[in-house]
């Protein structure tokens, strides 16, 4: 018989508050046609972007969380000191070590928590947010801080033509704490490693700092209309296995939060899951641009903000990106 006491957790987890930061330079589709051969219609018609925001060299990935943990915080009303875990989901903090989430938690006066990052693209904020369910259930936490947070316009090659008008920066947080009932659905999540290099970094770092000059910076690329298929037609299949899993149907949803990759992609999913007309969809992307792992909880935290969704409400989010990897759950809106 196991000597090891059970844990003492609580029996469920909930999102109890959102916060966002969008960096203050907001750049529109005329700055990305001075280096690509294209026009703002085909932009607008190809990704439903009109807009993103690019972070100032003081807008730096901790910096940026700092601000979005910070609204976060307050929108739980929990304090720092209480958090026990901080989780952050990026792809471009350039240091392999430490974790940004060790300063990230300095920085906002936490007490020796838990901190480390994971890197899961567009999907990293489902996975944070499942990781911090499983701290509160378990018990090695009561309240935990996930934040998805990108700097993408340093790994933008603006002279490709597929990808130049893609990607913005900014950081979401949320607070994920105890809950009484059931406020995180369980998560379907997954990878298919055999499309790995659909959506890739051109060049990785160890074979960039080996040569001798010339080599661009590495940047982001991806298959456009492989990845647009697969989003299309698997993505919708996981987001259904994710109403299945929590018990609900498309009817019984508020709003529906998918990963801000494209609008193309968005209404497809809409049409494909036969959503109906009082579901509510994110579509933050026409204004924020991709923003990979900080897509979904600067989306939530914006149709709150601005009163398209409400607190309670039911949502679906789901995640999809590089790996290819991807997550999807039904929530509680904070």
């Known amino acids: 018989m196991s000597k090891i006491k059970p844990s003492k957790g609580s029996p469920y987890a909930r999102i109890l508050g959102v ?3 969008r960096p203050i330079r907001v750049v529109p589709n005329e700055v990305i046609l001075e280096t690509i051969d294209s026009s703002d219609e085909w932009i607008r018609s190809r990704s439903g972007i009109a807009t993103r925001h690019w972070a100032s060299p003081q807008e730096t990935v901790a910096a940026m969380s700092v601000e979005a943990s910070g609204k976060a915080l307050a929108d739980a009303g929990v304090g720092p000191e209480q958090i026990g875990a901080v989780i952050v989901s990026t792809v471009s903090h350039f240091k392999q070590t430490p974790a940004v989430a060790t300063e990230i938690a300095h920085r906002i006066g936490a007490v020796k928590p838990a901190a480390f990052d994971i890197s899961a693209g567009c999907a990293g904020f489902g996975y944070g947010l499942t990781l911090a369910k499983g701290m509160v259930v378990e018990g090695s936490a009561q309240y935990v801080l996930v934040i998805g947070v990108e700097r993408l316009s340093d790994l933008t090659d603006l002279e490709d033509r597929a990808t130049a008008f893609l990607f ?5 947080a949320v607070v994920v704490g105890p809950s009484d009932e059931p406020a995180i659905g369980p998560t379907v999540w997954g990878s298919e490693g055999d499309k790995s290099d659909t959506i890739k970094q051109t060049v990785p770092w160890d074979e960039y700092l080996g040569k001798s000059g010339g080599e661009k910076f590495p940047a982001i690329t991806q298959e456009g209309q492989a990845v647009f298929r697969w989003a299309v037609f698997e993505m919708a ?9 929590a018990g609900i149907t498309a009817d019984d ?4 939060i998918p990963h801000q990759a494209n609008m193309r992609i968005i209404d497809s999913m809409v049409k494909t899951l036969k959503l109906p007309e009082h579901v509510t969809v994110a579509r933050d992307v026409e204004t924020t641009g991709n923003t990979s792992a900080a897509s979904i909880p600067l989306a939530m935290e914006r149709l709150l903000a601005t009163g398209a969704a409400k607190s ?5 989010v789901i995640g999809f990106g590089a790996g290819l990897v991807y997550a999807a759950t039904v929530v509680t809106l904070p």
């Open 19 to 21: 916060g966002g930061y």
């Open 253 to 256: 949803l508020d709003v529906f």
């Open 168 to 172: 913005g920066d900014g950081a979401g």
């Open 237 to 245: 299949k996981v987001a259904q296995q994710a109403l299945d899993a």
């Open 312 to 316: 309670g409400d039911t949502a679906l």
